[in-house]
T-cell receptor
């Protein structure tokens, strides 16, 4: 059973703080890992993709992947109220069509002023 | 940049009728498109993989006779919800993979309300 689990929320952080979002996945042959942000009533938008072990930084966002631990995380630095949304971790598993995403249940993040 | 367009964005239909949702890649060829469903306060669940020129592959528990998928060209996939019932009310989202680049694009989503 391929599963993607995210840390339970909701998560509330003050403006300017670091928000930490975590995700574990169940299959060792997973290939690609993604973090999406979804505002209420809208389609998901890609924040970050990561394919190899280590850190990947893009502006205020840093994704970390540890394949041995089957763990991927997202750090949001200097959190802003506009970052308030649901964050979805998604995995493309090996042996499947590229683009076939398995999503975690999502973590609701609230950044309060 | 590449865009995936869904139509309609909102649709209300009567119980027992059928409704069609289109997913179109506007400036790239998509041999594979995916259909997801999202109920309120839940995550996206993959319904089916739509393959151009062949039958769709449905996920376990998704009724293929109820959710008809047609991918007749490299730029268009359609999802038809047949004999819709109120429990089919949901947010339906498609995605497409650009043929020569491993990039995933999401459509804007379609809200279906069955009354």
């Amino acid at each position: 059973q391929k599963e993607v689990e995210q840390n339970s929320g909701p998560l509330s952080v003050p403006e300017g703080a670091i928000a930490s979002l975590n995700c574990t996945y169940s299959d060792r042959v997973s290939q690609s890992f993604f973090w999406y942000r979804q505002y209420s009533g809208k389609s998901p938008e890609l924040i970050m993709s990561i394919y190899s072990n280590g850190d990947k930084e893009d502006g205020r966002f840093t994704a970390q992947l540890n394949k041995a631990s089957q763990y991927v995380s997202l750090l949001i630095r200097d959190s802003q109220p506009s970052d308030s949304a649901t964050y979805l971790c998604a995995v493309v598993y090996g042996g499947t069509s590229y683009g076939k995403l398995t999503f975690g249940q999502g973590t609701i993040l609230t950044v309060h002023p | 940049g590449a865009v995936v367009s869904q139509h309609p964005s909102w649709v209300i239909c009567k119980s027992g009728t059928s409704v069609k949702i289109e997913c179109r890649s506007l400036d790239f060829q998509a041999t594979t498109m995916f259909w997801y469903r999202q109920f309120p306060k839940q995550s996206l669940m993959l319904m089916a993989t739509s393959n151009e020129g062949s039958k769709a592959t449905y996920e376990q528990g998704v009724e293929k006779d109820k959710f008809l998928i047609n991918h007749a060209s490299l730029t268009l996939s359609t999802l038809t919800v047949t004999s819709a019932h109120p429990e089919d009310s949901s947010f339906y989202i498609c995605s497409a993979t650009e043929r020569y680049r491993n990039t995933i694009y999401f459509g804007e989503g379609s809200w279906l309300t069955v009354v």
